[in-house]
């Protein structure tokens, strides 16, 4: 999955439901959150929200800049990839499927 944050209050609110329920998932990629009206709480990252993830022994995944996503899906070897967040993420989905069309010859 291809997770990005939406709102650093929100993230901060849940960082424990959203560290649990993230880590039920094969990986995760965690991007940079998306503020929309907000501006950045310090210490509200999603470099945080990772750490808590392998705090319970999740140690599956990573944390990118948004910008690089359909870079980093090209290396994965996963034939489904799932886009969850509230902010931009879904401008990506349309090349992440080429990718995969691509890679699986269809």
Not at 10 to 37: G, H, M, N
Not at 56 to 62: A, C, D, F, H, R
Not at 64 to 83: F, G, M, P
Request: glycine residues 4%.
């Amino acid at each position: 999955a291809l997770f990005q944050p939406h709102l650093y209050t929100r993230t901060r609110d849940f960082y424990k439901d959203f560290a649990e329920a993230l880590s039920l998932l094969d990986e995760v990629i965690l991007t940079d959150i998306y503020p929309a009206r907000e501006l950045p709480i310090e210490g509200v990252t999603s470099h945080e929200l990772f750490i808590r993830m392998n705090r319970m022994n999740v140690n599956k995944g990573s944390v990118i800049l948004k910008n690089t996503i359909v870079q980093i899906a090209r290396k994965t070897d996963a034939e489904i990839i799932v886009t969850i967040g509230a902010g931009n993420i879904d401008r990506s989905c349309n090349e992440i499927v080429e990718m995969l069309k691509e890679k699986h010859n269809e």
